[in-house]
């Protein structure tokens, strides 16, 4: 892997664990299993299917989704992985989403970067897209990620103008 993996679990990057939890690459899906023991059956309820990011097909203009397994969220949105003390249950394996990026500390350009070089990992797995379609089947889907990016942004925004004021 050319990235270092983060280890950050400040306010802003627990903030993407409450709001929109890291896409799962391949390799990611057998990591999570055997951390915590489980088969693909039980960790499945643990995942979502997401529409994916909104991309341009650079020859037609076009717009499409690439969707992507994410895990699954809380009812008050945050991912499943996330326990009451806002600790990561699966930190040391966590989803390429979650351990390549850190919401403190942002580098658009190595972003754009990983988000293709995920993308073609994803792109590439005949078994992952079949994973993908099976969450849902089952009804297991996230939101849009905009939609999560909306919410993230309220709060970080509203933690700032917090932390202003101290």
Not at 23 to 49: C, M, N, Q, W, Y
Not at 138 to 150: C, I, M, S, T, V
């Given at each position: 892997?050319?990235w270092k993996r983060s280890h950050c679990a400040c306010w802003k990057c627990r903030?993407?664990?409450k709001f929109m939890p890291g896409r799962l690459i391949p390799r990611d899906l057998?990591?999570?299993?055997?951390?915590?023991?489980?088969?693909?059956?039980?960790?499945?309820?643990?995942?979502?299917?997401?529409?994916?990011?909104?991309?341009?097909?650079t020859l037609t203009g076009k717009q499409f989704r690439m969707a992507v397994v994410?895990?699954?969220?809380?009812?008050?949105?945050?991912?499943?992985?996330?326990?009451?003390?806002?600790?990561?249950?699966?930190?040391?394996?966590?989803?390429?989403?979650?351990?390549?990026?850190?919401?403190?500390?942002?580098?658009?350009?190595?972003?754009?970067?990983?988000?293709?070089?995920?993308?073609?990992?994803?792109?590439?797995?005949?078994?992952?897209?079949?994973?993908?379609?099976?969450?849902?089947?089952?009804?297991?889907?996230?939101?849009?990620?905009?939609?999560?990016?909306?919410?993230?942004?309220?709060?970080?925004?509203?933690?700032?103008?917090?932390?202003?004021?101290?």
């Amino acid at each position: 892997m050319r990235w270092k993996r983060s280890h950050c679990a400040c306010w802003k990057c627990r903030a993407f664990c409450k709001f929109m939890p890291g896409r799962l690459i391949p390799r990611d899906l057998k990591r999570i299993r055997e951390f915590l023991g489980v088969t693909d059956e039980v960790l499945d309820e643990s995942l979502a299917a997401s529409p994916g990011p909104l991309m341009e097909n650079t020859l037609t203009g076009k717009q499409f989704r690439m969707a992507v397994v994410v895990p699954a969220t809380k009812e008050d949105g945050s991912c499943v992985f996330l326990d009451e003390k806002e600790q990561c249950r699966v930190h040391a394996v966590a989803p390429f989403g979650c351990g390549y990026f850190d919401g403190c500390k942002v580098d658009e350009e190595k972003g754009e970067d990983k988000q293709r070089w995920s993308l073609s990992k994803v792109e590439d797995s005949k078994d992952y897209r079949r994973r993908v379609f099976n969450l849902r089947r089952q009804g297991r889907k996230a939101d849009k990620p905009e939609d999560q990016l909306k919410r993230l942004k309220q709060y970080v925004k509203g933690k700032d103008a917090e932390n202003a004021t101290r």
